[in-house]
C-alpha cells in the first residue's frame, strides 16, 4: 500500500497563492493515478484535480478550472496542487489520494487517502 502526507496548507489572503505538497511512501508511486478533493465544514467532498501516472494528463473539476493546476514530480514520489487567486469559498480541508487502477477522475475508486491540510482563506 501506500501512505500520503499532505502539506502546505494555511492562511492565505484572498487573492493569494498557496501550493499544496502530497508526498507519497511505500510502493511505488509512478503505478498511482492521483486526486485532490476537498471538503468545507458542513459540505461534502469534491473533486479538485487529478492527474495520470505519468503526469500527462489531467482533470479539473469546472468550476477550477484556470486557478488549480495539478502536477506530480514522480521522482519525488510528489503530487502537487498549486491554487491561485484563492477566494474565501475554497476555504477547506484539502486531502490528496492514490488510486490504484491509474485513474484519476471524480467518480472513480481512490484506495489511499491522506489526512489533509487545512487551507483558510481570510476575506
Known amino acids: 500500500q501506500v501512505q500520503l502526507v499532505e502539506s502546505g496548507g494555511g492562511l492565505v489572503q484572498a487573492g493569494g497563492s498557496l501550493r499544496l505538497s502530497c508526498a507519497a511512501s511505500g510502493r511505488t508511486f509512478s503505478n498511482y493515478g492521483m486526486g485532490w478533493f476537498r471538503q468545507a465544514p458542513g459540505k461534502e467532498r469534491e473533486f479538485v484535480a487529478g492527474i495520470s501516472r505519468s503526469g500527462n494528463s489531467t482533470y479539473y473539476a469546472d468550476s477550477l478550472k484556470g486557478r488549480f493546476t495539478v502536477s506530480r514530480d514522480n521522482a519525488r514520489n510528489t503530487v502537487y496542487l498549486q491554487s491561485n487567486s484563492l477566494k474565501p469559498e475554497d476555504a477547506a480541508v484539502y486531502y490528496c489520494?492514490?488510486?490504484?487502477?491509474?485513474?484519476?477522475?471524480?467518480?472513480?475508486?481512490?484506495?489511499?487517502w491522506g489526512q489533509g491540510t487545512q487551507v483558510t482563506v481570510s476575506s
Open positions: 489520494a492514490a488510486s490504484t487502477s491509474g485513474g484519476f477522475y471524480p467518480v472513480i475508486r481512490y484506495d489511499y
